[in-house]
C-alpha cells in the first residue's frame, strides 16, 4: 500500500494542474480575507481571528475538493486509470491509496491556508492596531478546523470523482451542492439541516456567528464525526462501485 | 513460456453482444495477429484478457491465471491499449516512473526502455507534444518496464509512419524470438502480415480462425489426370485433403503443385494439368469477415 501511495503522490506532483491550484488555492484564501476586511469585520471583536481562520478553512477546503475529484475523475479522463488498473487490478486498492494520498496533501494544505490566514491576520490587525492573540485554545481550535476540514473534503472529493468519473460534472456537482442544493435541502429539513455535508463543514470550521443559521450548526467535534462519517459512506460507495464497473 | 487463452469468453453490454463464446489460444514464442474489421471485438476481448471489463462468461487466462490473480501483473504482461492514455502536461519520462515501481523497474530500467523504444531524447518534453508515433512507443515503452513474458498491443500500427511500422516489425520479432507471447490487434490484415506467424480472426465477435498464418492463407491446386481415383487415394495417404470436382479433376487443399507433381510421380500417374489456385490472404481475410454465417473455421495449433 506504501508504493501505491508513493506512486499517487508522483501523479500529483508530475502534472501542473496540482501546483495551479494549490497556488490559486492560497491566493483565493488571502482574496477572501480582504473581502471580510473590506467589509468591515469587527477586527476588535474577541471572535476575529476565528472568523478569519473559519473563512480560510472553507474557501480552502472547496480547493482540497476539487483537487480530489481531479485525483479520480482526472484519471477517468485522459484514460489513465487504465493503466493505473493495469499495475493494480485490485481496484479497491487503488482508490484507497487515492483517498490516503490526498487526505494527507490535503492535511497539509489546510496547515498552510491556516499559516496563510494567520499571516494575513496578523498584518491586518497590526496595521488596524487591533491586538492579535495567539494564546486562545479557540484560535487553536480553529486551526485544527482548517485542517480536518481540508483533509475531509479532500476524501469526499476523491469519492465523487469515483462515482462521476467525469471532471466538470463531478466538480460541477461538488460546487452546485455546496453553493446551492444544500441550501433548498437545508430549508425543507428545518432543524436537521445540520447535519447535512456543508453545515457540518461549517461546524468543523467553527465560524462564531458568521451567518444567522449558525446557531443551528452542531458543536464542533460533532461536525468533525458527522462529516467524517460522510467521508466513509462515500468512499464505500466510491469502493464498491469501482470495483464492478468496465474500463472501457 | 506463458499461454493466454480464452475460454468461451462472452461480452454482452445490454443487448449488444460484443464478444459471443471465444475461444482460442495464443502461444508462445511467436506473433499472434489479432484480426478483425472495426467494431468485431477486438478491444473488447483485450480488455477483458486484462481483467477491465468483466466477462458476461468464460473466462480468459495469462498462463493459467485470471490477470486479477497475477501478484504482479506489470512483470508477467506489457499492455498498450490505446494513444490517448496519458496526461498532455505530464513528461514522458515521468509516465513511465509511474507504473517502474510496480514492473520492479529503477531509474536505469526507465532509461533502457526509453532507449529500446527510441524516446531518449523527447523523454523530457510533454507527453502534449508528442505526435501518436511518440505516444505508441511511449506507450510500449511503459509496457516492457516489467520485462514481462506476454506482450498485448491494441492496434499498435496506428500513428507510425512506414519506418517506425518496421521497426516495430522488428521490435515484436525479436521479443518472440525470446520466447515471449505477443499478441498484436490490427483491422488490417496486410499492416501485420508480414509480423504473425498466427492469426485469430474475430467477426461480430465469433471467432472465424485460429491458426498459423500459412493455414488461413492455403489455396487449393487444381488436377486434371486420367487417373483421379488413384491419385486421389495417394494424396489422401499423404494427409492432403482431396476433392473430386469432375470425372477426371481434383481439387487439393494444402499443398503446392510441387508437392501434388511429386505424389503423382511416385505413383506413376500422368497428369494433364496442374494449377495453383492459391487464394491469397487478403481474400481468405475478407471471405472470413465479411461473410456472415457463424461457422468458425479452427485450424489446430
Not at chain 1, 437545508?186 to 468543523?204: E, V
Not at chain 2, 471465444?22 to 484478457?49: C, D, I, Q, S, Y
Not at chain 2, 505530464?90 to 536505469?108: Q, V
Amino acid at each position: 500500500m506504501s508504493r501505491l501511495i508513493v506512486t499517487e503522490l508522483i501523479k500529483l506532483r508530475t502534472i501542473r494542474s496540482t501546483w495551479m491550484l494549490m497556488g490559486i488555492q492560497q491566493a483565493v484564501v488571502i482574496a477572501s480575507l480582504c473581502v471580510l476586511v473590506v467589509v468591515g469585520a469587527d477586527l476588535r471583536a474577541s471572535t476575529a481571528v476565528r472568523q478569519f481562520l473559519s473563512q480560510a478553512a472553507f474557501m480552502s477546503s472547496l480547493f482540497s475538493l476539487v483537487l480530489g475529484i481531479l485525483a479520480v475523475a482526472g484519471e477517468y479522463r485522459h484514460r489513465t486509470i487504465t493503466d493505473a488498473y493495469l499495475t493494480t487490478p485490485r481496484r479497491g486498492r487503488v482508490i484507497a491509496a487515492k483517498l490516503l494520498a490526498l487526505t494527507g496533501i490535503s492535511a497539509i494544505l489546510g496547515v498552510l491556508s491556516a499559516l496563510t490566514a494567520l499571516g494575513v491576520t496578523a498584518v491586518v490587525m497590526n496595521i488596524r492596531d487591533a491586538s492579535f492573540d495567539l494564546s486562545s485554545v479557540e484560535t487553536w481550535r480553529s486551526v485544527v478546523g482548517v485542517i480536518a476540514g481540508n483533509a475531509l473534503y479532500a476524501a469526499i472529493g476523491v469519492s465523487i470523482g469515483a462515482l462521476i468519473r467525469n471532471p466538470t460534472g463531478a466538480i460541477a456537482a461538488a460546487l452546485l451542492w455546496i453553493t446551492l442544493a444544500e441550501g433548498i435541502v437545508a430549508s425543507l429539513l428545518r432543524d436537521l439541516s445540520q447535519w447535512l455535508p456543508n453545515a457540518s463543514l461549517l461546524a468543523l470550521d467553527y465560524s462564531p456567528g458568521r451567518m444567522a443559521s449558525d446557531s443551528q450548526l452542531l458543536p464542533q467535534w460533532g461536525g468533525a464525526l458527522v462529516l467524517a462519517a460522510y467521508a466513509a459512506a462515500f468512499a464505500l460507495l466510491a469502493l464498491a462501485t469501482s470495483v464492478r464497473r468496465d474500463v472501457t | 513460456m506463458t499461454t493466454v487463452s480464452a475460454r468461451g469468453l462472452t461480452k454482452h453490454f445490454g443487448v449488444v453482444r460484443a464478444v459471443e463464446d471465444l475461444t482460442f489460444e495464443v502461444p508462445p514464442g511467436m506473433v499472434t495477429g489479432f484480426l478483425g474489421p472495426n467494431g468485431a471485438g477486438k478491444t473488447t476481448t483485450l480488455r477483458m484478457v486484462l481483467g477491465l471489463i468483466q466477462p458476461s462468461a468464460g473466462e480468459a487466462l495469462i498462463g493459467g491465471r485470471r490477470y486479477q490473480q497475477l501478484p504482479l501483473p506489470r512483470r508477467v504482461v506489457g499492455a498498450v491499449l490505446e494513444a490517448t492514455g496519458y496526461h498532455p502536461g505530464r513528461r514522458g519520462r515521468h509516465h513511465t516512473r509511474i507504473a517502474a515501481g510496480f514492473a520492479g523497474a529503477d531509474g536505469r530500467g526507465i532509461e533502457h526502455v526509453l532507449d529500446q523504444v527510441g524516446l531518449l531524447d523527447a523523454a523530457d518534453r510533454r507527453v502534449g507534444s508528442y505526435s501518436l508515433g511518440m505516444r505508441q512507443r511511449l506507450g510500449l515503452a511503459t509496457a516492457l518496464l516489467g520485462d514481462p513474458e506476454v506482450l498485448i498491443l491494441d492496434e499498435p500500427g496506428n500513428g507510425l509512419d512506414p519506418e517506425g511500422i518496421a521497426w516495430l516489425r522488428h521490435l515484436l520479432r525479436g521479443l518472440a524470438a525470446d520466447g515471449r507471447t505477443v499478441l498484436v490487434s490490427s483491422h488490417v490484415l496486410s499492416e501485420v502480415a508480414q509480423t504473425v506467424d498466427h492469426v485469430v480472426i474475430i467477426n461480430s465477435g465469433r471467432l472465424r480462425f485460429s491458426g498459423p498464418l500459412r493455414e488461413l492463407a492455403s489455396g487449393t491446386v487444381a488436377v486434371r489426370t486420367s487417373q483421379p481415383e488413384e491419385l486421389r487415394r495417394h494424396l489422401a495417404r499423404r494427409g492432403y485433403e482431396v476433392t473430386m470436382t469432375g470425372a477426371s479433376t481434383l481439387e487439393v487443399r494444402g499443398a503446392t503443385t510441387e508437392q501434388v507433381g511429386q505424389v503423382a510421380a511416385t505413383a506413376h500417374v500422368a497428369l494433364s494439368t496442374l494449377t495453383d489456385n492459391g487464394a491469397s490472404l487478403e481474400e481468405a481475410f475478407l471471405r472470413l469477415t465479411s461473410s456472415k454465417e457463424p461457422a468458425a473455421a479452427t485450424a489446430s495449433s
